[in-house]
């Protein structure tokens, strides 16, 4: 019988983080995204995207597999600046761990976009002078600053479109989205479980062999 209704098309996160890990790390590796996500050139369209949270990694496939990540995301801007701006196996998980504190709730979007806008040279300054772990933190937190005042900037305007209409126009809700049944919560919890494990099992030591691959072929200790 038909019902009339559309069914919504399911967040990108959502299906994101379904995925078993070494598929998560093909189809969002560092050249993936950043065609995937070619037309993010400002933090006010990158908060418009459902991409996966460095925070959601983290929880879905487990810390080590999100640093060793981010680690990936370092060791692509290296190789693209050249031998000459080669890092440490230590600096480079230093600093994702940094980037990753204090920035645990950018999405994919915002990440690979600081990265994309290093390599262009429209972010970081003289970062291509001497390129190193506090430099690229530093770039980070400037980004930071920039997408707080537009998150604020849409969040006022969300409270104007309530203000003037009574309700929230902006929400995408619907109310599957409101209401989850238990079984697939217990599901859903699982999945991602079985999920970190298998990340945390297979794909870390992957992770952390293509660094220090990067760091040999450059014969950086």
């Not at 890092?87 to 980037?99: C, D, G, S, V, Y």
């Not at 209409?165 to 902006?170: F, M, N, P, T, V």
Request: glycine share 4%.
């Amino acid at each position: 019988m038909e019902t009339g209704l559309v069914k919504k098309e399911e967040p990108q996160a959502s299906v994101a983080l379904r995925m078993p890990p070494k598929a998560f790390l093909q189809e969002y590796s560092p050249a993936k995204c950043l065609v995937k996500y070619i037309e993010v050139n400002s933090a006010a369209v990158a908060l418009k995207t459902d991409a996966p949270s460095l925070a959601q990694v983290n929880k879905t496939y487990g810390h080590r597999y999100l640093i060793g990540y981010l680690s990936l995301c370092i060791v692509n801007l290296c190789e693209y600046l050249g031998k000459k701006y080669a890092m440490t196996e230590q600096q480079i998980n230093e600093t994702a761990e940094l980037i990753y504190s204090d920035n645990y709730y950018m999405t994919l979007a915002d990440i690979t976009m600081v990265f994309t806008q290093i390599k262009q040279g429209k972010r970081g300054g003289n970062l291509y002078e001497n390129i190193n772990g506090r430099k690229i933190v530093e770039v980070f937190a400037d980004y930071s600053g920039e997408r707080a005042t537009t998150a604020m900037e849409q969040q006022r305007n969300r409270e104007e479109v309530i203000k003037r209409h009574g309700y929230d126009r902006c929400s995408t809700l619907s109310e599957n989205d409101v209401y989850v049944g238990y079984e697939q919560l217990r599901q859903r919890k699982e999945q991602e479980e079985h999920a970190k494990m298998d990340a945390e099992m297979q794909y870390c030591e992957c992770l952390k062999n293509r660094v220090k691959a990067y760091c040999e072929k450059n014969r950086v200790n």
